[in-house]
């Protein structure tokens, strides 16, 4: 059944040309559509086995791992998250959290998994635990912790991250997320310099990619936002990506979380 | 390795400098400033052409880089400053071939860390991305404003007339260095920033001014 969803989908796609007040209509059903089949739920039953299984020198499993809500507690973990963890002495997001975990309980190598090209070896790994981590919270609404004054601070500098101008371009975040309604060609931009909405922005990643049939978390899509942006290279799991994980999380507060979410 | 040292020693010091705030915990927006351009050097790495080089901010960038926009005086000067660094076409030939322009307009690629060229032949004008340009593109994008019948609605009927040359100077101005009209724009400097070579500058302004181009009928 839900291969005939996605054929009707993929017919939809002409019609795209047809006029410019029809082209957003015809965006909106294709995602209709394709959110009857979300192919994130294949990445998600992955992850759930990935969470549980024992691996890496330590023989362990991630069962233990601490994401925030206590030690194995899941869900509701994904809409509180990034905030202060008292045995990193960091804030940390999803990703940089469960490289944490994976270090410390698995004996996994962070930093060689931090260097891995996205979609490859324990990045791919990766890319199944947030999609079952973040689903294990869908429907739940964002409300990143504010409390300590290292989770106040790393809203202050993501705000300044995400205004940051440089490159050959002179962009910024807020080139393209600073103001309502905008679009790239066709795609609608949301502001995520205040709550864009429920299932919008931070709210929606991470999402299963159609167009390349991967599964993006926010570090990566945090990457390709850089990379359009014509800037040099933002380390996974760096500071810089956490801090603005911070700002639109916060910014996000009250939203509903879909994710993963599917997208064009 | 010395770029590394360098890094680690401005976050110790912007930290260093939270400590002594008047609480602790509580850094001063100056003190945050600081730390978030720590926090960015120390966060990127130079991948392809992309080097950690795109990070410096000249003023016109520092001064745009807020939630509000800069005071008076600085923006002037980002302006003034804009303008002089303006480079008019040789022999003031101002217009190239309109249908090489909207090639360069539905072209968005360019400079990012996969491209292997930095040269102003390797990059495409982005037009599309932001403009409505020509009635016929229906996928346009709406970060800047609708450049459709740009020239005629200026009155442009012949590009040469000396009665256009306030248009057609302002037009090549604007895309040689948009910040020379409005500080922070947020439209690329593609001249100065040699993100285009003056043959393409003027195949983009051959699409929005010459009235024979699609974008003018």
């Known amino acids: ?264 | 390795m010395n770029k590394r040292f360098v890094w680690a020693a401005v976050a110790a010091l912007a930290l260093g400098a939270a400590g002594c705030a008047s609480l602790p915990g509580q850094p001063t927006p100056a003190e945050l400033d600081a730390q978030a351009l720590a926090m960015l050097k120390a966060s990127f790495r130079d991948e392809g052409i992309a080097t950690t080089k795109r990070l410096e901010q000249d003023l016109g960038q520092q001064a745009c880089s807020a939630e509000s926009a800069p005071p008076e005086g600085v923006a002037k000067r980002v302006e003034a400053e804009a303008l002089a660094s303006i480079k008019w076409p040789a022999g003031g030939q101002y217009l190239g071939d309109w249908r090489e322009g909207e090639k360069l307009a539905q072209n968005g690629r360019g400079m990012t860390w996969t491209d292997k060229s930095a040269a102003p032949a390797a990059n495409g004008a982005n037009c599309y991305n932001c403009h409505q340009i020509s009635k016929e593109e229906v996928s346009f994008g709406t970060i800047g404003p609708s450049l459709y019948n740009y020239g005629k609605i200026r009155g442009v009927k012949d590009p040469a007339d000396p009665a256009s040359a306030a248009i057609v100077q302002y037009t090549w101005g604007k895309l040689w260095n948009s910040k020379a009209y409005n500080a922070c724009s947020n439209m690329p400097r593609f001249g100065h920033a040699g993100l285009l070579n003056e043959e393409q500058l003027r195949h983009v302004m051959a699409l929005i001014l010459d009235p024979r181009s699609p974008v003018n009928q």
Not at chain 1, 39 to 63: I, V
Not at chain 1, 132 to 160: C, D, F, N, T
Not at chain 1, 177 to 200: A, M, S, Y
């Open chain 1, 1 to 264: 059944m839900k291969h005939w969803s996605w054929v009707a989908a993929l017919a939809l796609l002409p019609g795209l040309a047809c006029a410019q007040k029809t082209a957003a209509d015809s965006i909106a059903e294709y995602r209709a559509l394709l959110a009857d089949g979300n192919p994130a739920e294949l990445f998600e039953a992955k992850g759930e086995d990935l969470w549980k299984a024992k691996r890496g020198p330590k023989n362990a499993s991630l069962e233990r791992c601490d994401l925030g809500q206590g030690a194995g507690v899941v869900k509701g973990a994904f809409v509180r998250l990034p905030r202060w963890f008292a045995d990193t002495q960091r804030v940390q997001d999803l990703e940089s959290r469960l490289l944490t975990c994976m270090s410390t309980l698995q004996g996994l190598d962070a930093e060689a998994i931090a260097k891995t090209p996205f979609g490859k070896g324990e990045q791919a790994n990766m890319e199944a635990l947030v999609a079952w981590i973040s689903a294990e919270s869908r429907g739940q609404r964002m409300q990143l912790p504010q409390v300590h004054a290292a989770e106040q601070r790393m809203y202050e500098l993501g705000k300044r991250a995400f205004f940051f101008r440089g490159g050959p371009m002179d962009f910024s975040c807020a080139s393209c997320h600073g103001e309502d309604g905008k679009r790239i060609r066709l795609q609608d931009l949301p502001n995520l310099t205040k709550n864009p909405g429920d299932g919008v922005g931070f709210a929606a990643w991470p999402a299963y990619r159609v167009s390349s049939g991967e599964l993006w978390g926010m570090q990566r899509r945090l990457n390709d936002c850089y990379r359009q942006q014509r800037f040099p290279y933002p380390g996974y799991a760096s500071e810089v990506t956490i801090a603005l994980a911070v700002y639109m999380g916060v910014n996000a507060k009250g939203a509903e979380s879909i994710a993963p979410a599917i997208k064009r």
